[in-house]
């Protein structure tokens, strides 16, 4: 193995960067070649390759977003766009790709191994739902940035003694809107992976107001529904002020935390030891804080783990 390619693919998060100068820093070591591939599938079909060098890299761990740039590539999901990248990667001579980016990323890596072409994937999404991985790259520093917010919503919550409704990403997963509840010391978290019924959040907003408390918080998990459709029912079954509070995108930038550079280096790196021992198909992954690689079939496609114990958990502590 002599030359290696990398790219960022899907919604960006936290650490990419610090992922990337580790395949980079890693591979060269190792005395490769390494390339960054442009705009992820994207760049990978139209060939938008560059050798990066040592110091192409240097600056960036740091830094929020990729490098790379990143994009959702429709022209990949065909089957003549992957042979198209294919040609490229065998144009430039690529003896090995590490793709760095969420399940959809994985699922195109996937079909890259079945033409044959060896890659390792490297779990980079702020939601936390890949299988076989304990923390994915990105989640530690968003829900980082939700806590922040939390405690910034709760001054005002309190001085007005309101109840804020705050929607924070994460798709079909509840991993951000549960660690940055219970981290946040919300009175409710709503998660697609546990049915909560209008009855007993307003009970527990009514408890609350009953035992003296004077404002609230309720963490909505984007992938259960509109925050300002939750809202305006509970405003209208408690009588309470409500406000509504979306995080967006703000939950997907700025500097990644000491845990996600650790994590994001940890990972790059070993992604180009699997690649040099020979290893085709696999997803770098953490698991009791040792990291390894794990078979695609295992993390791609498939539904993820949340340790619902934390949900139980808050539910106690926010009473
Ligand atoms: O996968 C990361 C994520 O931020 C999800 O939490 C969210 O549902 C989605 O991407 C938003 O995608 P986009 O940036 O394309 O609107």
Same mark, same amino acid.
């Given at each position: 193995?002599?030359?290696?390619?990398?790219?960022?693919?899907?919604? !960006? @998060?936290?650490?990419?960067? @610090?992922?990337?100068?580790?395949?980079?820093?890693?591979?060269?070591?190792?005395?490769?070649? $390494?390339?960054?591939?442009?705009?992820?599938?994207?760049?990978?079909?139209?060939?938008?390759?560059?050798?990066?060098?040592?110091?192409?890299?240097?600056?960036?761990?740091? /830094?929020?977003?990729?490098?790379?740039?990143?994009?959702?590539?429709?022209?990949? /999901?065909?089957?003549?766009?992957?042979?198209?990248?294919?040609?490229?990667? /065998?144009?430039?001579? *690529?003896?090995?790709?590490?793709?760095?980016?969420?399940?959809?990323?994985?699922?195109?890596?996937?079909?890259?191994?079945?033409?044959?072409?060896?890659?390792?994937?490297?779990?980079?999404?702020?939601?936390?739902?890949?299988?076989?991985?304990?923390?994915?790259?990105?989640?530690?520093?968003?829900?980082?940035?939700? *806590?922040?917010?939390?405690?910034?919503?709760? !001054?005002?919550?309190?001085?007005?003694? &309101?109840?804020?409704?705050?929607? $924070?990403?994460?798709? !079909? %997963?509840?991993?951000?809107?549960?660690? @940055?509840?219970?981290?946040?010391?919300?009175?409710?978290?709503?998660?697609?992976?546990?049915?909560?019924?209008?009855?007993?959040?307003?009970?527990?907003?009514?408890?609350?107001?009953?035992?003296?408390?004077?404002?609230?918080?309720?963490?909505?998990?984007?992938?259960?529904?509109?925050?300002?459709?939750?809202?305006?029912?509970?405003?209208?079954?408690?009588?309470?002020?409500?406000? *509504?509070?979306?995080?967006?995108?703000?939950?997907?930038?700025?500097?990644?935390?000491?845990?996600? &550079?650790?994590? @994001?280096? /940890?990972?790059?790196?070993? %992604?180009?030891?699997?690649?040099?021992?020979?290893?085709?198909?696999?997803?770098?992954?953490?698991?009791?804080?040792?990291?390894?690689?794990?078979?695609?079939?295992?993390?791609?496609?498939?539904?993820?783990?949340? !340790?619902?114990?934390?949900?139980?958990?808050?539910?106690?502590?926010? *009473?």
């Amino acid at each position: 193995m002599k030359r290696i390619a990398v790219l960022t693919s899907g919604g !960006d @998060a936290p650490g990419m960067n @610090a992922a990337i100068r580790a395949v980079v820093r890693n591979g060269i070591y190792h005395g490769l070649h $390494v390339f960054g591939v442009y705009r992820g599938y994207t760049g990978l079909i139209q060939g938008d390759f560059k050798e990066l060098s040592v110091g192409s890299v240097g600056d960036v761990i740091q /830094r929020g977003g990729t490098i790379l740039y990143s994009a959702r590539c429709d022209e990949f /999901r065909t089957e003549e766009g992957r042979q198209q990248a294919v040609e490229q990667l /065998r144009k430039h001579q *690529i003896d090995g790709l590490i793709t760095i980016g969420g399940d959809g990323t994985f699922q195109g890596a996937k079909k890259l191994t079945e033409l044959g072409f060896p890659t390792i994937g490297v779990p980079g999404t702020i939601d936390n739902d890949i299988n076989g991985t304990d923390y994915t790259i990105g989640f530690d520093t968003a829900i980082n940035t939700v *806590i922040d917010a939390i405690d910034r919503i709760r !001054d005002t919550a309190t001085s007005h003694e &309101r109840t804020y409704i705050v929607e $924070v990403m994460g798709r !079909d %997963a509840g991993d951000i809107a549960l660690l @940055a509840g219970l981290a946040g010391g919300a009175e409710s978290i709503l998660i697609p992976e546990v049915n909560s019924s209008l009855e007993e959040i307003v009970a527990r907003l009514k408890h609350g107001a009953d035992r003296g408390k004077k404002h609230s918080i309720i963490i909505v998990a984007e992938g259960v529904g509109s925050a300002v459709d939750i809202g305006r029912q509970v405003q209208k079954a408690t009588g309470f002020e409500t406000r *509504i509070t979306v995080l967006g995108h703000v939950q997907r930038g700025g500097t990644p935390t000491a845990f996600d &550079r650790v994590l @994001a280096s /940890r990972m790059g790196a070993k %992604a180009v030891d699997l690649l040099l021992s020979g290893k085709k198909d696999m997803m770098v992954a953490i698991r009791n804080n040792e990291v390894l690689g794990i078979d695609f079939d295992e993390a791609s496609g498939q539904k993820h783990h949340l !340790d619902l114990s934390n949900h139980h958990l808050a539910s106690i502590l926010s *009473i």
